[in-house]
């Protein structure tokens, strides 16, 4: 009786290629619509946010509203943004009344990020707007609108991809990857993110 021959070893092995030319980064092209003018704009707003946001050098809160409206986004009252807060692109960015943004978020938005009143955006959230066509060889730049309602609270390390809406009320976990639409309401978790149960409604401490 005779044994099959051992594998060979790792070293010997060799990466698989896929048949054809499936994905081409050299010859990437950014999107003539994707395109925002103003070099001069980016090489001033690289800077100061990279000093005022992401970085502990500006920690108080009341002075990030005005400088990110001066770089054309919409800020409501209130605003709560902690250190180290990354912002791609203002002028994509609208946030409501009373919001709290974390230690670590990264509001990655190439197409707009809009957070209603009273949301919560907790340590090291990440909010993706941008990815890329798989199907295609040129890698085609791919960008989608995120949307986080009011009342809504996003956990530490939360991921949410783009073309997403996060409804009123509802709380994504942590660490989760949000793919599609969350109900208003309703608590989510996991990887792709899936309904749990809904939130508890309770009234406010102290309230009669």
């Known amino acids: ?7 060979p070893p790792f070293d010997d092995a ?4 896929p048949p054809g030319r499936v994905q081409d980064l050299g010859g990437y092209r ?4 994707q395109a925002r003018p103003g070099l001069l704009w980016w ?9 005022a946001l992401d970085s502990a050098l500006l920690p108080i ?5 005005p400088l990110l409206r001066a770089f054309g986004a919409t800020i409501g009252k209130g605003l709560v943004m902690k250190p180290r807060v990354r912002v791609k692109d203002p002028r994509n960015l609208v946030i409501g009344d009373h919001c709290w943004v974390g230690e670590g978020v990264w509001i990655d938005n190439l197409a707009q990020v809009t957070l209603g009143n009273d949301v919560c955006l907790s340590q090291g959230a990440y909010l993706c707007t941008g ?4 199907a295609r060889a040129s890698f085609d730049l791919v960008t989608g609108p995120i949307t986080v309602e009011g009342q809504a609270w996003v956990g530490a390390k939360a991921v949410l991809l783009p073309g997403v809406t996060v409804g009123a009320g509802a709380v994504v976990a942590a660490g989760s990857v949000v793919t599609k639409d969350v109900p208003p309401g309703m608590i989510v978790g996991g990887n792709p993110a899936r309904v749990l149960r809904p939130r508890p409604t309770r009234p406010p401490r102290g309230a009669a």
């Open 1 to 7: 009786m005779t044994s099959s021959p051992p594998p």
């Open 14 to 17: 060799s990466p698989a290629e």
């Open 131 to 134: 990815g890329h066509n798989y």
């Open 43 to 51: 090489a001033i707003w690289w800077p100061v946010g990279a000093l």
């Open 61 to 65: 809160s009341r002075l990030k509203a």
């Open 30 to 33: 950014r999107p003539a619509e």
